[in-house]
C-alpha cells in the first residue's frame, strides 16, 4: 500500500502541513523536525511531486544539475546553456545546486532520494562515491557525467568526457617539439575536498613532458581575485624564466598573456603559452589551446539523459570526445631562457 502525507504525519507526530512544509518550504521547519520527516518518508517511500501533472507520469519533470565552479565561467554557463537547449524542448527544467565540498555533495545525495525531485541527476566535473551512486540507483534515478572522474568505474549511467590526456599529450608534443625544454604548468589548486576533473589534466601534462624529456614546473594560481597577478610574481621572480608556460585554461592563459605582455615579455619570442578550452576571444588574441565543446558535451549528455529517463537505457552510455590542438601565435620555437 502507499504511504500518504497523513501516514508520514502520523509517524512524525506532526501536522500534514508540517509534512508539506518539509518537502516544499524546508526553511520554514527546525532541522530536527525536518530530519525527522525525512527519514520516515524514506522508510515509507513516501515523495511529494511537483505537480499534477507529474503525479499523473510519476515523474517531476526536473533534473538536478550539480556543479562546483561559477555559473558565470564560460565551461558553466555552456554546460548550462546546452543542458537547456534539449531539456526545454521535452518540457524539463533544470535545477542547478553549487556543490563546493564532499559533506555539500553528501548531503544532496542524502536528501534526493528521500524529496524525490528530480527524474536525473548530471554532474560536472567532479567526482562522485559509489555508495551516493547507489542511493539514487535504489530509487531508479539515473546519473549522469560530464567530464567526470572515473565515471564509468563509481557507477554513473551514462558520461560523456572530453579525452584529457589525449590533449595534455597534444600540448606536450607541441612544446617539445618546438624545442621547449623549461616549462612551466599552471594550474588552480582549490582548498576543497572535492576531486576534479583537470587533476587528471595535469597528471597527463607533466607524465607527457617528463616521456618527451622535458621536466615542467608547477605554478599553482590562488582562487582570487589576483591570481594572475602571483602567478606573474612567481613567473618572474624565477632565477631562469621558462621558454614556454601551458596553462590548465584559457581563464588562465588569456589574462597571463597580456599581463606578460604589459611587463615586456614578447610571447612568443620570449615565452610561448598554451590554454585549453578555446573559449571566448582564443581566437581574437591568437592563443594556441586545446579545443573542447561544452555544449556538444551538455548535448550528448541530456539526449543520453533522456534516453534513461524514457526507456531505462541509452545506446552508448560512456562517450569520449577527442581533443584538438588549436595552433595560433603564442606559441613558437624555444628561445634561450631569459
Known sequence: MVATIKDVAARAKVSVSTVSRTFTRPEM??????????????????????SASALKSGRTLRIALLISDHLRLWFSASIIEGLNEVFHDR??????????????????????????????????????APDEIARLSRTDVPII??????????????????????????MARHLTNLGHRTIAYIRTDREVSLHFSVQRRYESFVASCRSLGADPVTIVAPEDEDRIGTVLTELLSMPHMPTAVACQEDGIAIPLLFQLERNGVDIPADISVVGYDDSFYAHDVGLTTVRQDPLLLAHKAAEKTMDLIDRGTTDTPFETIPARLIVRSSTTKASQTI
Open 29 to 50: 521547519v527546525s532541522e530536527n523536525t525536518r530530519m525527522r520527516v525525512l527519514a520516515i518518508a524514506d522508510e515509507l517511500d513516501f515523495s511529494i511531486s511537483r
Open 91 to 128: 518540457g524539463y527544467d533544470l535545477s542547478i545546486f553549487q556543490i563546493s565540498s564532499t559533506e555539500e555533495r553528501r548531503r544532496f545525495f542524502d536528501m534526493l532520494p528521500v524529496r524525490r525531485n528530480a527524474d536525473a541527476v548530471i554532474v560536472a566535473s567532479f567526482d562522485v
Open 145 to 170: 557525467g560530464i567530464n567526470c572522474v572515473d565515471a564509468h568505474s563509481t557507477g554513473f549511467n551514462a558520461a560523456v568526457n572530453i579525452d584529457d590526456e589525449q590533449g595534455s599529450h597534444l
